[in-house]
Every structure is written in C-alpha cells, then in structure tokens.
C-alpha cells in the first residue's frame, strides 16, 4: 500500500467515514454460495477500490461494478495510486 493510500484511509477513517471489510455472500435463490469480502466503503455508501497498479484497465471497472451489485450499492470509486497523479475512475450499478 503506498503513502497516498494510507493517508486517505486515514483521514477517512479519523472522519468517521471509512467502514472496512464488508463480507457479501453471492448467492442464487437465497443460497448462499461464495463469500467475498470487500474491502471499504465511504458512508456506506461507496465502495472504494485503491490500486497501487500500472494502468486502469477496463477489467478493473468490471470487477468493482461486480462489487457494486453484490453488495448493494449504487457508486464506486477505482482510484490508482501507482503513479505520481492518482487515477480515478467513478463506477455506477445500472
């Protein structure tokens, strides 16, 4: 994790915003089946996905919408710390 992740985490959590490790069951008919943890929410609301990678890549936004409807929620943020500007990209559940 690099410096920048660690700061917002952070300061998130010091604000009382930052909710981690979430356990969603993904299931079919009320069957639960596979258990994932995801990582952390903001407000419990948002799901935030921190990467330390060399690009974004479209599987990336992918794999966080996935996140999205698993658990519920409407909007994500996939931020990339890997390069000396921090890389956003806002995923929504359609």
Known sequence: MS??????I???RDRGLLRRQMEVIFGYNRE???R???ARFV???IVLDLKAIKNL???HLAAARCDLEVAG???GLLQN???TTIATKRAVDS
Do not use: M, S, Y
Not at 3 to 8: I, M, Q, R, S
């Open 3 to 8: 410096g920048c992740e660690k700061a917002l």
């Open 10 to 12: 952070i300061d998130l």
């Open 32 to 34: 639960g089946f596979v």
């Open 36 to 38: 994932h943890r995801l």
């Open 43 to 45: 407000e419990d609301t």
């Open 57 to 59: 890549e479209d599987i």
């Open 73 to 75: 929620k409407l909007q």
């Open 81 to 83: 710390f890997a390069n």
